[in-house]
Structures are given as C-alpha cells and as structure tokens.
C-alpha cells in the first residue's frame, strides 16, 4: 500500500500563486511516474503534468507556462508551482503515482482544494 498526503492547496486571487506538495510513503516501487490532476465541478478528471522518477515532465496544454513539476526522489515527493493563476484553474487537485511499467501500481492522493477568485 501507498499513501499519499497532499497540502498547500487553499484561495487564491486571479494571477497569484500556490505550491502544492505531496509525499508519498509506503511500498514505493521504482520506475514510477508522480503527477498532478484536478477535477472541477461537473467535468471529468484530467492531467495537470507528470513526472518520472528520471525527471521527464509532461503538462497539459493549458498549464504550459504558467505551472512547473518538480520532485525530490529521496524524501519521494511531488510539488507543483502554479503561478498566473486563473479563475478556470479551481478545482480539486489529486496527487497521484503509478508504475512506469507496471499498471497495476496506481495511488491517489486525498485531494486538495484550489480556489482562484477575487
């Protein structure tokens, strides 16, 4: 098992910034892939950006820019920084981490509320 603790999320006014962190502790297996994504209200889950264990990163379209994914291997940590921030990035956001290869190692985090309004 895996448990994942996420903080940092909380309000934030259009054009500031957050830092989300997320540490992971258990069976961590390696290879893995570290990641964010959020969920707003009436829409679908979806990738924020991702991360390997060697440090590739991946973002969504509509982050690219504005948002950068960083990890610590040794404390088996994700962050994610998120400046110009924008009214249609609330949502809740979930840490996740899976397998590079094996598809069946997947874990989520509790989630974490981001609110970004005047």
Known sequence: QVQLVESGGGLVQPG????????ASGN??????????RQ???????????ITSGGSADYADSVKGRFTISRD????AVYLQMNS????????????IR???NVDYNYWGQGNQVTVSS
Request: glycine residues 10%; charged residues 15%.
């Open 28 to 37: 961590i297996f390696r290879p893995n892939v570290m990641g964010w994504y």
């Open 99 to 101: 397998g590079l290869y």
């Open 73 to 76: 291997n040794a404390k088996n």
């Open 85 to 96: 921030l924008k009214p249609e990035d609330t949502a809740v956001y979930y840490c996740n």
């Open 16 to 23: 500031g910034s957050l830092r989300l962190s997320c540490a």
């Open 40 to 50: 707003a209200p009436g829409k679908q889950r979806g990738l924020v950006a991702t």
